[in-house]
């Protein structure tokens, strides 16, 4: 590398050439790094400034070739044909843009002496930052000693690409995805769900730490709770978080619509609009990435300090401006989404000419490129963490100190007895920052003491209402948004609460969420924070007065298809259990759990300690055992474990021996999917000696019932063994008892179901006039008086 920094940065590098406001942003920021002491003189700033060119050129090389190349010629010589991939694949355009944006991180962190966290909302862009980490050094650990900057490591990351090689086990063979992963040193998300890094990236940063968010223009156009950032951060708990927006115009078919609307212009108007401070830089230059990081904070410093501060604060927002694929034939162009180019370089000669000549424009000779690593690894120096070891990555808050509940002994709500642990839970750990997810109507949900406590996050509180600046609990009537608060804050305690149908938007969140940290469970590094639970309550059976838009089991029936020892669904039947299931997830970390409760009053079915021990194995008896019944009734949900119950009550009466138990958890019965799972699974001899196979057996579920035939298989002796009652899609304005008819759940309808398995004359189990109630041909209401 040259030894005059400043003319050397000044002059551009390959095809990174210098914006004048562009440089006169640098020479100010250079003039006051020198003046605080951070650095000792410009030159060495801008030493650093031309390092991160060459390793940005370098990067955009890289990504390229693991496009199209089965292989890497680290002395730039054009390749051969066969040197190509016969069937090329990869995300090109935004992987170049992103690569500038990535080195510009790594460049404020070097000139600033701190390692922020990151977060990637366009993972598909995921060659950017394996490319840099390759380079630089900071790998995983799966992947560290198969990649490095050898011509043998590099070849071997361009042909891992794509390259789709598969493990005996079915899991992928090379620790390379097309995504952000687990084994993408420092990633914290896929990014594969566009986006919900938009929602989630203000509640992430704790005091004291720095993250900064890469999002795209495409993914702009997904969520609107993006553009209520500002309404969120608060200098008093948020850490300083930049939001940086790669704006390359496009998006897979055509413009974004932004661009439609008026680009670049548009879009400050709207961010000003919504309270943002934006500020436009070259999007081609990892030294404006830099400034705008830099710049970023110091406005949100300066904001901190201002003792007459007023929220919402002028949230920075780094708008960079850029054209898709920039640096590589094709740029600008449709194409530039997956590959720029118009041919197969390994077919082609005119697209093999096309891509030697852009390769040879990025190429960076191998002693200038270790040099400029070297001028960028100062972790040792400056005593802060690699990139890959950023705050957000490594996430493991102390363990939560639990309160001891107070137990029901009378008739009680779920959500009241989970509203009042709560409270004392909060209260018990100020050491962990609380957020509350609310699509409105957390009161209605019974969480009235939790929104006393800790109040809606507003910028103007309003007089008599539980509202505060610094209220913790983050509210919008939209599902999306308000879980990112819980699903961002991951070093703290989190708590969703939404009605059951409408969580169903949340879905997409929530699996991005497991899927992730299942998938760092399955590389032996399983992530640390404090599970997050979501509470699924006014639910499809007790939100009967509502049309069938409130009625909706589907969150819990999709979470159960995902790995049950990462996505845990719970149904607690009454209010000791509610709060012993909350409690145990809790416990947990890095899990993702529905608890389906209602709200209303239920009876009190468990003590404390039966309630503890059913959150600690996921299911009981709770009337009578197996091994002396003649039937077996298995209850999920509170409803249905009261209408269990009932049933149970009249086939003793007549004669006929029942057992009832309760599933709290039935993904602990379900076949286990791999070796993970079976440990969090309940045994084979285990389950077949709580629930014998050959027993008849009447499942009644807060669920469809199809769902749960297929989860819980091991229980399920064929159809002349288990019939199983649940929501059948009938509802409508109704009340509980209602629903349960509508939808064949009564207590009524489950002694019938025992009887057809028992082989017994229904007249000997039920009464006439309900015989004609449960098939239609009398008053419904009959059931209601008549059971027991």
Not at 601 to 630: K, N
Not at 751 to 765: F, I, K, S, Y
Not at 766 to 780: G, Y
Request: aromatic fraction near 6%; charged fraction near 20%.
């Amino acid at each position: 590398m040259p030894s005059h920094w400043a003319e050397d940065w000044k002059a551009g590098y390959r095809r990174l050439q210098r914006d004048p406001v562009t440089l006169a942003r640098v020479e100010a920021l250079a003039d006051r790094l020198v003046k605080r002491r951070a650095w000792p003189d410009t030159e060495s700033v801008y030493r650093v400034l031309a390092a991160a060119d060459r390793l940005t050129s370098a990067a955009m090389w890289l990504v390229v070739h693991m496009s199209y190349a089965r292989q890497v010629d680290v002395g730039g010589s054009p390749l051969p044909a066969e040197a190509f991939k016969s069937d090329p694949e990869g995300h090109t355009g935004g992987s170049l843009n992103m690569v500038p944006a990535f080195v510009g991180y790594l460049a404020a962190n070097v000139l600033s002496g701190v390692t922020r966290s990151w977060i990637m909302g366009q993972g598909h862009c995921a060659a950017a930052i394996e490319s840099v980490n390759v380079l630089t050094g900071d790998v995983s650990a799966h992947q560290r000693g198969r990649y490095d900057r050898s011509e043998a490591g590099l070849s071997q990351l361009v042909s891992d690409f794509y390259g789709y090689a598969i493990q005996p086990d079915g899991r992928p063979a090379a620790p390379l995805g097309s995504h952000a992963g687990p084994t993408t040193a420092g990633a914290v998300s896929e990014g594969g769900y566009l986006g919900f890094a938009e929602l989630q990236y203000v509640h992430m940063p704790l005091p004291g730490e720095g993250l900064v968010a890469f999002l795209s223009d495409g993914a702009f156009e997904e969520q609107r709770g993006s553009d209520w950032s500002p309404r969120w951060w608060r200098a008093e708990d948020c850490g300083l978080a930049t939001p940086v927006m790669i704006l390359n115009g496009r998006r897979i078919e055509e413009r974004t619509e932004i661009d439609q609307e008026g680009g670049a212009t548009w879009l400050e108007r709207h961010l000003t609009l919504s309270g943002f401070d934006p500020m436009m830089i070259d999007g081609h230059d990892p030294a404006a990435f830099a400034w705008a990081i830099l710049e970023s904070e110091e406005r949100l410093k300066r904001f901190t300090a201002n003792p007459a501060r007023a929220y919402p604060a002028p949230l920075p927002y780094v708008i960079a401006k850029t054209e898709k694929g920039f640096g590589f034939p094709g740029a600008g162009t449709n194409r530039a989404h997956n590959l720029p180019l118009a041919g197969n370089p390994r077919t082609d000669p005119v697209a093999r000419t096309q891509f030697n000549n852009g390769a040879a424009a990025l190429f960076v000779p191998k002693r200038e490129l270790d040099a400029a690593i070297g001028v960028l690894k100062t972790h040792q120096l400056q005593q802060r963490p690699l990139e890959s070891g950023h705050p957000a990555a490594t996430r493991n808050p102390v363990a939560p100190h639990q309160p001891a509940p107070a137990w029901a002994d009378a008739p009680a709500s779920p959500m009241d007895a989970i509203d009042a642990w709560f409270v004392e839970f909060v209260a018990a750990n100020p050491h962990l920052r609380p957020r509350v997810g609310n699509p409105d109507e957390l009161r209605s949900n019974h969480m009235g003491r939790t929104l006393d406590r800790l109040r809606h996050r507003v910028n103007r509180p309003e007089p008599g209402v539980p509202e505060a600046i610094d209220g913790a609990v983050i509210t919008a009537l939209n599902e999306e948004a308000v879980s990112g608060a819980a699903l961002g804050n991951k070093g703290g305690l989190n708590l969703i609460v939404s009605y059951e149908a409408f969580a169903v938007k949340m879905l997409g969140a929530l699996r991005q969420e497991i899927v992730f940290a299942r998938r760092q469970r399955e590389t032996g590094a399983p992530p640390a924070w404090i599970s997050i639970p979501l509470i699924a309550t006014s639910h499809a059976w007790e939100n009967s007065k509502n049309e069938q838009s409130h009625q909706d089991p589907t969150l819990g029936e999709a979470l159960l298809g995902e790995m049950s020892d990462t996505a845990r669904v719970l149904f607690p039947v009454d209010a000791n259990s509610a709060v012993a299931a909350l409690s145990e997830i809790y416990r947990g970390r890095g899990e993702i759990a529905c608890l389906v409760t209602p709200k209303r009053v239920m009876p009190t079915l468990l003590d404390g300690a039966s309630a503890l021990e059913l959150a600690r194995r996921g299911w009981a008896h709770l009337a009578g055992t197996p091994a002396e019944a003649d039937v077996h009734i298995v209850a999920i949900g509170a409803y249905q474990a009261v209408e269990a119950l009932q049933a149970r009550e009249r086939l003793e009466a007549r004669g006929r021996r029942a057992c009832v138990s309760v599933l709290l958890e039935p993904g602990r019965l379900r076949a286990p999917r791999d070796d993970i799972e079976a440990a969090f699974t309940l045994a084979d001899d285990a389950l077949a000696t709580a629930f014998p196979r050959q027993l008849p057996r009447v499942l009644v579920t807060h669920t469809r019932p199809a769902p749960m035939l297929g989860l819980l298989r091991r229980l399920d002796g064929g159809p002349d063994r288990l019939l199983a009652l649940g929501y059948i899609g009938r509802g409508g304005t109704l009340d509980v008892f209602g629903m349960l008819f509508a939808n064949r759940c009564t207590w009524a309808h489950v002694v019938e179901a025992a009887g057809r398995l028992l082989d017994t004359n229904p007249g000997d189990l039920l009464e006439p006039t309900e015989l004609l109630a449960i098939h239609a041909k009398a008053n419904p209401r009959t059931l209601q008086s008549s059971h027991g």
